[in-house]
């Protein structure tokens, strides 16, 4: 049995000019850290949820840490490209204030605080996930898209979130020499979308304090290309409610200007729209190829906005909502590589990516396992030369600017449509530090 606790560090001050408020910055898998900020006691003090999150989480002193016209963040604790400019916040179910049908409630399913729903044994969560993603140049909020790398928040645990009384037991019998530890399962409600996404995290009994209390695990052997050093392995595993193809082609066909590009538009959490790199590079009259720099390819204003105005297109063809995280595009290629299949290129909020979101790997190991995808056709794997059956499990490794990534899918039947039922795919993370940000005192009379 989970129960849920409430976290005794979620304090809020005050003076005449500033509003402090608790974060935990965490080193997630790509290098970078988010903040993750526990809401239940906060949310019923600071409501407006716009300046709040812009300012509050990605600022450490009198910020504005977006928007910066300059895209450095400096006044605030961003990172000044999309994936260091990213919030996560994590609580119980029922915790969040105010209620779901107040004008100041998050964005997301309206169901997320329901108590009776979460406690289900088969379908119930253990943890509400939402996700932001914060401009860089402009104050933007997308409450819309989600994040694959920041579920694996292993900070539920240190938070006191989430305890398994069965796990805690066996831990406590165990001989406290041998350093036990165990695997703990965390259902974790996407909020955004609605999907209860499966964390498998090491724990291990805390030392520090008198009272039993599981503590996730850090140290540990996995390697996460991007990330220096080892890690305490956490494996995520993420369903596939509907058919991974958007528009139920594997191949559609955008008009960008005077240009048809072939496309493949997968959704597997967040719809991502596959392009083949030769073809895009050619049509821009680029001069890089997909193995450039993200440095060089961001500098490459043509070929960005090509890309930008194929996200459009592609978003008004699958009929997706468009927003600055949504959809996101991949640049795909062949590769000589042995320790790769492809070589990928994903582009986020205007930005190419330094590795790979969780979410694009997601859907491009969905899209390897469907023939005629644009995916399949640029891998070098003779796996992924044909379909599927039903119980494979098809794993992908790509090679991205810092290294590879790893992903597999599960093949199963939905409806009597064989097709990948859920992701499974590898994280690491690790607590930075825990404080406070000093938020000026007027961000709040803004919102009021």
């Known amino acids: 049995m989970i129960t849920h606790t409430q976290n005794p560090l979620v304090v809020i001050t005050s003076d005449s000019d500033y509003v402090s ?46 928007p910066d016209p300059d895209g450095r963040q400096i006044d605030g604790m961003g990172g000044g490209i999309s994936s260091l400019s990213k919030v996560a916040i994590l609580h119980a179910p029922g915790a969040q204030h105010p209620s779901s049908d107040s004008p100041n409630a998050f964005p997301g399913v309206p169901w997320a605080n329901d108590i009776a729903k ?15 993603q914060v401009g860089v140049r402009e104050p933007e909020l997308d409450w819309g898209s989600t994040c694959g790398n920041l579920v694996s928040a292993a900070t539920a645990i240190n938070w006191n979130l989430v305890q398994n009384e069965p796990i805690l037991s066996q831990l406590m019998q165990a001989n406290p020499k041998s350093r036990p530890q165990m695997t703990l399962p965390i259902r974790i409600l996407a909020a955004n979308n609605g999907l209860v996404v499966t964390a498998k995290i090491p724990v291990t009994l805390d030392s520090s304090i008198t009272k039993p209390t599981l503590v996730a695990v850090t140290g540990g052997d996995a390697v996460i290309a991007g990330v220096p050093g080892t890690g305490a392995p956490v494996v995520i595993e993420t369903p596939i409610p509907t058919a991974p193809l958007r528009t139920g082609n594997s191949r559609d066909v955008l008009h960008v200007g005077s240009h048809e590009i072939e496309c493949s538009i997968i959704d597997t959490g967040l719809p991502v729209i596959f392009v083949n790199a030769d073809r895009l590079l050619n ?35 699958a009929k997706i909502p468009l927003s600055s995280a949504a959809p996101k595009v991949c640049l795909v290629g062949p590769t000589d590589r042995k320790d790769a299949d492809m070589m990928i290129r994903a582009v986020s909020v205007g930005n190419i990516h330094r590795t790979v979101p969780a979410t694009t790997l997601s859907a491009l190991a969905s899209a390897v396992a469907i023939p005629g995808t644009i995916v399949q056709s640029v891998s070098s794997s003779p796996t992924h030369a044909h379909a599927a059956n039903i119980g494979d499990v098809v794993s992908l490794t790509i090679a991205h600017p810092a290294g590879t990534a790893s992903a597999s899918v599960k093949i199963g039947n939905i409806d009597g449509v064989t097709r990948p039922e859920a992701i499974v795919y590898t994280r690491t993370a690790r607590l930075l530090f825990a404080g406070s940000v000093a938020v000026p005192e007027n961000v709040f009379q803004e919102d009021q």
């Open 118 to 132: 979460a406690r289900e044994s088969k379908s119930g969560w253990d943890v509400v996930y939402r996700f932001v």
């Open 283 to 317: 049509i821009a009259s680029s001069k890089h190829t997909i193995e450039s720099s993200p440095v060089a390819l961001d500098a490459d204003m043509d070929l960005m906005d090509l890309i930008e105005r194929i996200r459009a297109a592609g978003a008004t063809h």
């Open 21 to 66: 408020l608790p974060v935990t910055p965490v080193r997630i898998r790509l290098g970078p850290f988010f903040l993750l900020v526990v809401f239940s006691q906060l949310i019923s003090v600071a409501v407006g949820r716009g300046s709040l999150c812009l300012r509050a989480t990605m600022s450490t002193r009198k910020v504005k840490g977006t």
